[in-house]
């Protein structure tokens, strides 16, 4: 058990639909991460927060957006979902924000469109 | 730009059998490298890391060493076990994106009894 926790394991809407995936980072973690994970693309690093404030930020859509709220949990918002939206969300957390922090990972919200 | 490049799978090897995931990548900067595992329907878990050239990440029996001179962090384990069964993936992290990681694509293991 990594002390990631994320809600709900699994997802089903259809296109056009928007969804809210929630994390909550182990005890003690200030930074925060969001990635996608799919067959043809890979994992991939959506955006980090630190304490609230974004830290960085990678191929995230418009469509998404994400935040942090004061006790550190966050929030990953898909909205005007499409068919290839479908992937493994992943969060994960790590001490600080700064580069060489291991990063512990959450099971994954699996998301379907239909 | 950054990336990592890991060997195609799957592999699949014998119990006992030595294991060897290669593992290069392209940075800017001096990245920190890690080596996730991922078992079926669960998230990646950490099974070492590296931040300097020439340190060597240890656990479970795997080791992978930071070889800056090849650009490369393969991963080793000298008796892989059933156990080992899942997909391995090689990831850096660099200093100028916050603590972003770059993922190779994952290799899968199968070890079969």
């Known amino acids: 058990d990594s002390g990631v926790t994320q809600t709900p394991k699994h997802l089903i809407t259809a296109t056009g639909q928007r969804v809210t995936l929630r994390c909550s980072p182990r005890?003690?973690?200030?930074?925060v991460y969001w990635y996608q994970q799919s067959l043809d693309q890979g994992l991939q690093f959506l955006i980090q927060?630190?304490?609230?404030?974004?830290?960085a930020k990678g191929n995230i859509l418009e469509r998404f957006s994400a935040q942090q709220f004061p006790d550190l949990h966050s929030e990953l918002n898909l909205s005007s979902l499409e068919l290839g939206d479908s992937a493994l969300y992943f969060c994960?957390?790590?001490?600080?924000?700064?580069?060489?922090?291991?990063?512990?990972f959450g099971d994954g919200t699996r998301l379907s469109i239909l | 730009g950054n990336s990592v490049t890991q060997m195609e799978g799957p592999v699949t090897l014998s119990e006992e059998a030595f294991l060897t995931i290669n593992c290069t990548y392209t940075?800017?900067?001096?990245?920190?490298l890690f080596w996730y595992v991922q078992y079926p329907g669960e998230g990646l878990q950490l099974l070492l890391k590296?931040?300097?050239?020439?340190d060597k990440g240890s656990n479970k029996g795997f080791e992978a060493t930071y070889r800056k001179e090849t650009t490369s962090f393969h991963l080793e384990k000298g008796s892989v076990q059933v156990s080992d069964s899942a997909v391995y993936f090689c990831?850096?992290?660099?200093?100028?994106?916050?603590?972003?990681?770059?993922f190779g694509t994952g290799t899968s293991l199968t070890v079969i009894p």
């Open positions: 994960a957390s790590s001490v600080g924000g700064g580069p060489g922090q291991p990063q512990h």
């Open positions: 005890s003690g973690d200030l930074s």
């Open positions: 927060y630190y304490n609230g404030e974004e830290r």
């Open positions: 940075a800017t900067g001096y990245p920190s």
């Open positions: 590296a931040t300097k050239a020439d």
């Open positions: 990831a850096l992290s660099t200093h100028y994106t916050g603590n972003q990681f770059y």
